[in-house]
């Protein structure tokens, strides 16, 4: 299914390649009356035409300059066919790598910004808000989709599993100010936060976890704030009960 797109984008070129062989052909044979198969000998090696016309007459110009029309004509199709084919091809990895290299240069050029690890509901809303507030955010990111989701928002990307310090140091973590551990599952969220740690600069460390059982582990682990979404809901929902008339 995936070369689909290019045998659609290619068949111009390749319609317009063997429109200029059959001309070529045909034209080679009108021209001068030879047969088809001279005429497709004649089309792969021109030279053949200066040996027929050694031993036979006929329009040697005609022929000649007809020759050189469609060799001219046949390279260009072929040039267009290749260029087609790697556009195609290798476009979207061009541009993506172009962008990919844009980013880099962008985030190493930031301090005190954000890292948010993890583009969910959760990540994005928080990534989300805090660019509308003018801070300066990095997502990381390991899903492709999601991260193409985080890149069509907007926000500078680092592409890879934040558990590595790799990726954190690609995304600027000496230099961060914060970092949110994002992720929906406790136990990455925890990796995370130890890994962070070992940062030169380590960052304020909010982290998200699912239940408050690891509430404790991720403290122990260097989580400076520690968050679970559905303790923070059950509160905002009883705060507006309580605030709603009666």
């Not at 583009?119 to 193409?148: C, H, K, Q, S, W």
Request: charged share 25%; glycine share 8%.
């Amino acid at each position: 299914m995936a070369d689909r797109p290019i045998l659609r984008r290619t068949l111009a070129p390749i319609t317009s390649f063997v429109a200029i062989v059959s001309a070529g052909v045909f034209g080679f044979a009108t021209l001068d009356g030879v047969g088809l198969v001279e005429a497709a000998f004649w089309l792969i090696d021109p030279t053949s035409i200066e040996l027929h016309f050694e031993q036979h007459d006929g329009p040697v110009r005609a022929i000649k300059a007809y020759s050189i029309l469609v060799t001219v004509g046949l390279v260009l199709s072929g040039l267009w066919i290749g260029e087609t084919v790697l556009t195609a091809a290798f476009g979207g990895q061009i541009r993506a790598e172009v962008t990919r290299a844009t980013m880099r240069r962008q985030i190493s050029e930031l301090e005190n910004h954000v890292i948010v690890c993890g583009y969910g509901m959760f990540g994005r809303t928080i990534a989300n808000r805090l660019a509308d507030a003018g801070r300066d955010i990095v997502v990381v990111e390991f899903d492709e989709d999601t991260a193409r989701r985080a890149r069509d928002d907007g926000h500078l990307l680092v592409e890879g599993d934040a558990r590595r310090e790799g990726v954190l140091r690609d995304a600027g973590i000496n230099r961060a100010s914060k970092l949110v551990a994002a992720i929906d599952d406790s136990n990455i969220t925890i990796q995370i936060t130890i890994v962070s740690g070992t940062a030169e600069n380590t960052p304020e460390l909010l982290v998200r976890v699912g239940e408050e059982m690891y509430e404790s582990v991720a403290r122990e682990a260097g989580a400076d704030e520690v968050v679970i979404p559905e303790v923070v809901s059950g509160q905002q929902i009883t705060r507006l009960l309580e605030e709603s008339p009666e």
